[in-house]
């Protein structure tokens, strides 16, 4: 095929090392692309880190810190944590746009590295405030906010087009990966170390991912995809590549709407494990492991899931819902922990499929701006969720809560399966507007 010695060429160039068609085509893309790889391996550590803070620190709030109204201080925490990823889109799609990848991730690594040193220092002292807990979630979910979003748009500098879904795959493992090490980690370090262990290891994740980052080589990549140097063209405003971008607008708005309801599983979660299963930290490592697990497992198989993508989703969603709703039922820790896995595996699947359907349609030019907006979408629901499950479980139980997000999940999922025919397939990407149309 045509397309290997273009490979080769792209492989010397991103590791340094030739290697033939069939040598690259046997070996797995972290082993024989080293910049990805490492660059991946950033992305495990920040994304772990950033997610044993918030699993951590929401089960210290539940157990230890706060003795009232823990629905709500939990549900608040969340809810600054997933703020920057929305109240910053704009500032993150501009940074991206301008400031070459490598440095905005090593920085945004670093910077989070040094808030968590910051944390742990004070907590080691004693005295730690609520606030300043808050305050550590809000530094580091900032620099999360630029992270995630820059890291999906190198993707085309560290791999082949080739690889680009394979890439993708990994990638969006890696919120899996982050989601089951946070969940086996963060509980259960803040029960053994408090709040200070807790920050002491997001630290040297943090730093590490930065070391990892700036280790890495990038390629530049013109406008049309091909490596070169060409002048980068005029970026355009970030409501308008949405507005042109109809079918992908429409996933967005359904996605948003299902987050109101998925996102407040990790509210859900420690209000559960102490009012309805009456666990520790063990226990809420076990079901976020679970849910991590699944998420794991469906963003490796999320590509062999038949169908439209529209079709797909809607399934998964609606497979979703009723794997939410289970526990409100049945109150027994591995009916729950199942229900988990299955939640987590339908959302790792929807999003491989969904996100490497965007890399596809959406130009090169026009990816910064539209994965900070769809990250700001997808993100706007998320404080909602935090707040409104976090108040609601001061009052109604745990169990309750989780019927209301199956059956929130519903109208969404039908939603989705209504688009039908108007979104493309993967393989037949939307076209790309003219220069005349923008």
């Known amino acids: 095929m045509t397309a290997a010695p273009m490979a080769e060429t792209a492989d010397t160039e991103t590791d340094g090392q030739p290697r033939t068609g069939a040598g690259r085509r046997r070996a797995p893309l972290i082993l024989r692309n080293r910049a990805f790889a490492a660059v991946w391996l950033g992305q495990v550590l920040t994304q772990a880190a950033v997610r044993m803070f918030q699993v951590g620190v929401s089960w210290w709030i539940v157990a230890y810190a706060v003795p009232e109204a823990r629905g709500l201080a939990s549900g608040l925490f969340m809810a600054v944590c997933t703020l920057p990823a929305v109240a910053l889109a704009p500032v993150v799609a501009g940074a991206v746009a301008r400031i070459a990848h490598r440095s905005v991730l090593r920085t945004a690594a670093a910077a989070a590295g040094a808030a968590s040193a910051a944390l742990a220092l004070w907590a080691y002292g004693g005295g730690l405030p609520l606030t300043a807990v808050y305050a550590a979630g809000l530094a580091l979910a900032t620099c999360q906010a630029f992270f995630d979003p820059c890291l999906t748009t190198s993707v085309p500098e560290l791999v082949d087009d080739a690889d680009i879904e394979t890439a993708t795959g990994f990638e969006l493992s890696t919120q899996s990966l982050a989601g089951l090490a946070g969940a086996l980690l963060g509980a259960l370090t803040v029960d053994r170390a408090g709040v200070a262990g807790l920050a002491a290891g997001c630290a040297a994740a943090y730093l590490g991912a930065a070391v990892l980052v700036a280790s890495a080589r990038f390629r530049t990549v013109a406008a049309d995809g091909a490596d070169g140097g060409a002048a980068p ?206």
């Open 233 to 438: 063209p005029r970026r355009r405003p970030l409501r308008r590549i949405l507005a042109e971008l109809p079918s992908v607008r429409r996933i967005l708005i359904c996605f948003t709407a299902a987050n109101l309801f998925t996102a407040a599983v990790f509210v859900v979660i420690p209000l559960y494990t102490r009012s309805v299963l009456f666990g520790g930290g063990g226990t809420v490592a076990l079901l976020e492991a679970s849910l991590g697990t699944g998420a794991l497992v469906g963003a490796f198989t999320g590509t062999r899931v038949p169908g439209r993508p529209t079709v797909a989703g809607a399934w998964c969603l609606g497979l979703m819902a009723l794997a939410l709703a289970m526990p409100g039922l049945f109150a027994q820790r591995p009916v729950v922990a199942g229900c988990l896995a299955v939640a987590g595996w339908c959302a790792g699947a929807v999003s491989v499929r969904f996100v490497a359907l965007f890399q596809r349609m959406v130009p090169t030019a026009d990816k910064p701006g539209f994965f900070a907006v769809m990250q700001a979408v997808l993100g706007a629901s998320l404080p909602v969720a935090s707040l409104v499950f976090g108040s609601a479980g001061d009052f109604l139980s745990p169990q309750t809560l989780c019927l209301v997000q199956g059956i929130g999940l519903l109208p969404a999922a039908c939603a989705l399966a209504l688009l039908g025919s108007r979104t493309p397939d993967p393989a037949v990407p939307e076209p790309a507007p003219t220069g005349g149309e923008r």
